[in-house]
């Protein structure tokens, strides 16, 4: 981590999903919290990759998952993992919220009601830990 990488314990997340889909009615594989301020960002194999645009445009480079039973962090800038504190509850999207995010907001080639492992293959590709793999 560089000495500008910052790990905040007492900052919570701005919400359960990426602010940007949210905002412009997009949809997400996965989830990241950035360890400075908070702030949720889709994955890089989603269409937008709001985690990445956030780092970025901030400076904020370290993200923690906010998948649930994920705890790893990433640093943007060295490209690499690390361990980290407990951050600011919650830890996590929801257990009942989807992953794809947002299924009613879905590309419109009939995704609609289908399984993230159908619609999504890669999605499937995790490894066994439950780790998206290129996520």
């Known amino acids: 981590m ?11 997340p701005s ?20 360890a400075d301020c908070g702030h949720i960002g889709c994955c890089d194999s989603s269409p937008s990759q709001h985690a990445t ?3 970025k445009q901030t400076g904020h480079p370290v993200v923690q998952s ?3 039973g994920e705890d790893w962090f990433w640093n943007y800038e060295t ?3 690390l361990s980290g504190p407990e951050l600011a509850p919650p830890g996590s999207r929801p257990d009942d919220q989807p992953a794809p995010g947002r299924p009613d907001r879905y590309p419109r080639t009939g995704l609609a009601g289908s399984t993230a492992e159908s619609a ?5 590709a995790a490894t066994s830990d439950g780790v998206c ?3």
């Open 2 to 12: 560089t000495s500008d990488a910052t790990i905040r314990t007492d900052v919570p």
């Open 66 to 68: 906010f998948e649930p």
């Open 53 to 55: 645009a956030h780092w």
């Open 15 to 34: 919400g359960t999903g990426c602010a940007e889909c949210l905002g412009a009615g997009g949809w997400w594989f996965h989830l990241r919290r950035c």
């Open 120 to 124: 999504f293959p890669q999605v499937s």
């Open 133 to 135: 793999v290129g996520c």
């Open 79 to 81: 490209e690499q993992g």
